[in-house]
């Protein structure tokens, strides 16, 4: 379960993060809606332990920061953050091995779940952004942490990618963790979601849950484009 | 096509007022320390000019391989991403964008006069060498990296496919330096009797017959410059139209080959653009380049990363890196290039200390070499990391972490550590025996990795105010740290001397490990409070 309480992140006298609330349940996906610049990245680095900022953060009930939370949480950065003359293969090893996981086999499950088995010798710098994404959520998988969390997930997907990607949400939803997704693609987040929180200027300006067949309901579309435009759909 | 690039060079010089001012102040700089060359009234060698132009030819031959480096390692190698984006996809040729790869390598060329400069009251102190003089030397030099430069960038252009083949230029020039120093020291041993002859020989004489020495002259482009440039020292007019018809020469067969030539550089170019970026990036750390160990080639061959765990993934996935990179990995380029001219500082030491002295030369040698850390080692690889989310995630504490992380560099620090080694004790022969020198390389390796320390601390403490404060805070703290150091380390060795020494050599150790176990415990220390750099500072 993740937990967000009061967050505010100020760089100099810009508010990124205005005192932000909001949880995901195991089990459930969360989106961080918004325009570029609502302060989605600001607040998923700050999940991620990489920002200061003022609040609490808690990742099944433990700081943030605690050695046991950093354990459980899984964060795929919006660009993949790769190195150059390591292959893919030696990403997936290094990160078990830093994260001292013991099977072995969870590299090889992965390499063939994200069918980057045949691309296993290609050194990061060698391949493209789809499969930077995906070697970087395989490093973010590898020590099966029960929160994920995704910045900007469909930035240079190709279709198929972002088909699997969103097969891959499904499978840990159903796996009982809770995935936290940043993006500004409406488009693509279609109704796998859970609850999703419209951000605007540093703040949550909506959030929305997802029922199906609730006809009083205005859908995502619609609420995101009267919140950041002040318009209709 | 040049009009545009023009354009686009001015419009970003413009807007960049604090470089301006940092070039105006340079020149400056440069132009008064020449002219106070012949101010200075202490000579150390008083009309030695033999020695003296001993000196200028080694410096000299010093000019061709920087200039040699700098066009070999930027040229077709040195493309931004922008200029891969507008010049190689533009409407250029390929000889056009060769050209514009000179501008690359031209900062460094530029520093490195500005440093010739700036060094000459020095060498006047030294040799007694007037304004004149020097300015015969600073123009031969210039024209030295004028001829040099452009045809090194046509070299890397050639040369650029595979590491193979890029190496072969690089080993050709490594072994006719070594061929020209095997050749000088078998005619110093035919004209002074024995090897034993010759290591007892002062820094002066050796630098006399270097001036002399008819290896030297047929080196390559250099030699001869050289001997234009002794007739231009001695007044012989002469010189003028040999050095019009040689440069006309030159100039005729870069022209040619520039012409002749079917480039085939762009893929390359485009490959190492993003590697290019990573070191831009590093570069506005305030580190330099080649101190990151950023690499433009690696190749996947069947080496196995399988070691580390916890943290120490960390230190084994650095090491597996550096090997992967190159397999000389361990060769800093920056480190070898100041460690040179601290042997410079070296030699001019123990020509003026007596024979009975020569502690004092060692003494001076660490020192110097603990000085030149403050440049050469800045954070190593260590600050690439903190362009990934990696080392801030890994759930290890952010001690060990650094910690591992740096240790990564031990084999770069120990080879460097023993080049200062072997430099020492070319100069300081008797008194640098094996206790001494054990206790320097020990010492070397503790304080490079407090040097590593101290640059991530300001890397990250105040990367914000830009590379420049970074650099300087970070030379400062290095300085203060030597200084620090010492006086605890002094009065721990004043102590154990008067117990244990029973010589000069053992003395010497006990000092220098002294130092060692000082700046070790404040690299602990820095270590310690390094964490906060993890722990408590926005990642990116």
């Known amino acids: ?233 | 096509m040049v009009s545009a690039t023009l354009y686009r060079k001015l419009n970003m010089a413009k807007r960049k007022p604090v470089a301006w001012i940092i070039v105006i102040v340079g020149i400056i700089s440069a132009v008064s320390s020449v002219i106070s060359a012949d101010k200075i009234t202490f000579h150390l060698y008083e009309g030695d000019e033999m020695m003296t132009f001993g000196i200028l030819s080694a410096l000299l031959l010093f000019a061709f391989d920087y200039s040699f480096a700098v066009g070999f390692r930027s040229g077709v190698l040195g493309y931004s991403l922008a200029d891969v984006t507008f010049h190689m996809a533009g409407p250029f040729t390929k000889r056009f964008n060769l050209l514009l790869s000179f501008e690359y390598g031209l900062s460094s060329i530029l520093v490195f006069f500005w440093i010739l400069c700036v060094n000459m009251p020095f060498f006047s102190m030294w040799t007694g060498l007037g304004t004149k003089d020097s300015l015969v030397f600073l123009l031969f030099a210039l024209i030295v990296s004028a001829v040099i430069f452009p045809l090194t960038s046509y070299v890397s252009a050639r040369f650029s496919s595979g590491m193979k083949a890029r190496l072969i230029p690089v080993l050709v020039l490594i072994a006719l330096h070594f061929l020209g120093a095997f050749l000088f020291i078998r005619d110093l041993i035919g004209k002074y009797g024995s090897f034993e002859n010759v290591k007892s020989l002062k820094s002066n004489v050796i630098f006399g017959e270097l001036g002399q020495s008819r290896i030297l002259r047929s080196f390559p482009v250099a030699g001869q410059f050289i001997t234009l440039m002794e007739k231009a020292l001695k007044g012989d007019l002469m010189f003028v139209p040999v050095l019009a018809a040689v440069l006309v020469v030159y100039g005729a067969v870069l022209i040619l080959l520039y012409r002749k030539t079917k480039f085939d550089y762009y893929e390359d170019a485009y490959s190492n653009a993003q590697k290019i970026a990573d070191i831009i990036e590093a570069s506005k750390a305030g580190v330099e380049a080649v101190n990151t160990g950023i690499s433009r080639t690696a190749t996947v061959g069947n080496e196995k990363f399988d070691k580390g765990w916890g943290a120490s993934a960390f230190f084994h996935m650095h090491l597996f890196e550096n090997r992967r990179t190159s397999k000389l990995f361990f060769v800093n380029k920056v480190a070898l290039v100041y460690r040179a001219f601290a042997l410079l500082i070296l030699f001019m030491v123990d020509g003026v200390v007596p024979d009975d002295l020569e502690a004092v030369v060692v003494l001076t040698g660490v020192v110097t070499m603990l000085v030149l850390n403050a440049i050469v080692f800045g954070g190593g690889k260590t600050v690439l990391e903190f362009n990934r989310p990696y080392i801030f995630l890994v759930p290890e504490s952010s001690v060990r972490k650094l910690a591992m992380c740096l240790t990564a560099d031990i084999p770069e620090m120990a080879f460097d550590a023993l080049i200062c080694t072997v430099m020492i004790k070319i100069v300081a022969f008797h008194e640098f025996t094996w206790f001494p020198m054990i206790s320097f390389i020990i010492l070397m390796i503790t304080f490079d990795l407090l040097s590593s320390a101290t640059g991530l601390l300001c890397v990250r403490l105040l990367g914000g105010f830009g590379k420049f404060a970074v650099m300087f805070v970070r030379y400062m703290a290095i300085l203060a740290l030597i200084v620090i150091g010492m006086i605890p380390s002094n009065i721990m060795a004043g102590l154990l001397v008067a117990v244990i020494a029973d010589s000069m050599a053992t003395a010497l150790g006990i000092i220098i490990l002294s130092m060692a176990a000082v700046y070790f415990l404040i690299w602990i220390a820095m270590i310690f409070l390094s964490r906060n750099i993890l722990e408590k500072i926005d990642a990116f």
């Open chain 1, 1 to 233: 379960m993740l937990s967000v309480n009061g967050v505010t992140k100020k760089y100099k006298n810009f508010l990124a993060n205005d005192n932000l609330s909001f949880t995901i349940d195991n089990g459930e996906i969360g989106i961080l809606l918004g325009p570029n610049g609502a302060g989605k990245s600001t607040i998923i680095k700050s999940i991620a332990g990489l920002l200061k900022y003022s609040g609490t953060i808690e990742i099944n009930g433990l700081d943030n920061h605690d050695m046991e939370a950093k354990r459980q949480l899984g964060y795929i950065p919006e660009i993949p953050a790769l190195y150059d003359t390591l292959t893919v293969e030696e990403h997936l090893e290094f990160i078990r091995r830093a994260y001292k996981v013991e099977d072995i086999s969870v590299k090889e499950k992965l390499l063939e779940r994200f069918e980057l088995s045949d691309k296993r010798k290609k050194m990061g710098k060698e391949l493209s952004k789809g499969m930077q994404q995906k070697v970087s959520i395989c490093c973010a998988l590898i020590h099966n942490p029960s929160v994920i969390i995704f910045d900007e997930p469909m930035v240079g997907l190709d279709p198929h990618a972002i088909k699997e990607l969103k097969q891959v949400f499904q499978e840990l939803k159903a796996e009982g963790k809770s995935v936290l997704i940043s993006t500004h693609m409406i488009d693509t987040i279609e109704d796998y979601w859970d609850v999703a929180h419209i951000m605007m200027n540093g703040k949550i300006a909506a959030t929305k849950h997802n029922r199906p067949g609730n006809p009083e309901d205005k859908s995502l579309d619609e609420l995101f484009f009267e919140i950041t435009e002040g318009t209709k759909a």
